[in-house]
């Protein structure tokens, strides 16, 4: 599995935990009032929406934003894990099973909030690579077709999807395919002409993935996965902390420009922590410059608009609005948050 780097920057660990509460012995004097139910994640999803509309300068991220309230509310559901082989089933594949092998199975409650943020928060992080591709003269979304390489969830390719856009996203890790298999969470999304498809597998490695993925894109973008620590990292790493390629790093930039139409762009957004003090084990996730050296993106044809450009004010500035700077455990966003893109045009 790759592991990439949160919105709220915590390496991933286990996947869902539940709380243990202790409750008092002595009953109450009075009955409790009905506790308020939990705002939802399309609730606050709105109101990190309206946070950001102030630091946005671009049409595009300004449609992005305002697609927000058309997000689709998710009903809870389960996933289960097989003790045995640890796969995910999804509800749908668990109801095939005999009832013995269903007894084994261990139920994983998926809510709104895990389905819009999995491992790596509000999709509203997003808002960054729409400011971006607008400063680059990217008018619209509508009729595009953008691809994601590592998406990790699907919050912001619904947004895109709203926009108008065709958006396709591929990963690797095995809690997406489960979790994105219901009716209605890919495809056309209702409302717009925009739709969403999710790819499980390895890009450009395997041939089956090259060809569901197909070409003709206008945008490619990939965030807090492409990242120099990841893929060429400066000290020997656990290969669990890696983002395995499949490919040399010529060949996987080649990809990237024959899946794009003649004039197109890939981003590479990247957000990390400062690198760990001396003495502290490395993090390879604290190293957000480009993977590749600028001479792999010319080589391949790429004109290269911008390389490992700092972003670190607009990121910040983005994180406090987000309020990542408070709760329970607040970012040091002044100290503890970097952030750098690439980006790069297909010649027309």
Not at 206 to 230: H, M
Not at 276 to 284: D, V
């Amino acid at each position: 599995m790759l592991y990439r780097f949160a919105s709220h920057f915590c390496a991933c660990t286990a996947l869902f935990t539940l709380d243990s509460f202790a409750f008092a012995q002595m009953p109450p004097l009075t009955p409790p009032a009905k506790p308020e139910p939990p705002a939802s994640a399309i609730t606050r999803i709105k109101t990190e929406a309206e946070a950001l509309k102030p630091l946005v300068k671009s049409d595009l991220a300004k449609r992005f934003l305002e697609a927000v309230p058309r997000l689709p509310p998710v009903t809870p559901r389960s996933l289960y894990r097989d003790p045995e082989t640890k796969a995910l089933l999804s509800e749908a594949a668990v109801k095939n099973l005999d009832e013995e092998k269903r007894k084994t199975l261990t139920v994983i409650p998926i809510t709104e909030k895990v389905y819009y943020d999995t491992k790596y928060g509000t999709p509203l992080a997003y808002a960054r690579v729409l400011e971006v591709w607008g400063a680059a003269g990217v008018k619209e979304l509508g009729g595009k077709r953008v691809l994601d390489f590592g998406y990790g969830t699907i919050g912001h390719l619904r947004l895109l999807a709203l926009c108008g856009a065709s958006a396709v996203g591929v990963d690797v890790d095995p809690l997406l395919p489960a979790l994105y298999s219901a009716p209605g969470d890919t495809g056309v999304m209702p409302g717009s002409k925009g739709s969403v498809t999710i790819v499980d597998g390895q890009f450009p490695a395997s041939e089956t993935v090259r060809k569901a993925i197909g070409g003709g894109y206008d945008l490619i973008l990939s965030k807090n996965t492409l990242k120099k620590g990841y893929i060429h990292p400066s000290q020997t790493v656990d290969k669990r902390l890696l983002v395995d390629l499949g490919v040399d790093d010529a060949a996987f930039v080649r990809a990237l420009y024959d899946a794009l139409k003649p004039g197109g762009y890939v981003l590479i957004y990247n957000l990390s922590p400062a690198p760990a003090p001396p003495g502290q084990p490395y993090k390879p996730w604290a190293d957000g410059l480009s993977p590749f050296p600028r001479t792999v993106w010319e080589a391949a044809g790429f004109r290269v608009r911008e390389f490992d450009r700092d972003d670190n004010a607009a990121a910040r500035a983005m994180a406090r609005a987000l309020a990542w700077d408070k709760g329970p455990q607040p970012m040091d966003v002044e100290n503890d948050l970097f952030a750098h893109y690439t980006l790069l045009q297909k010649p027309r």
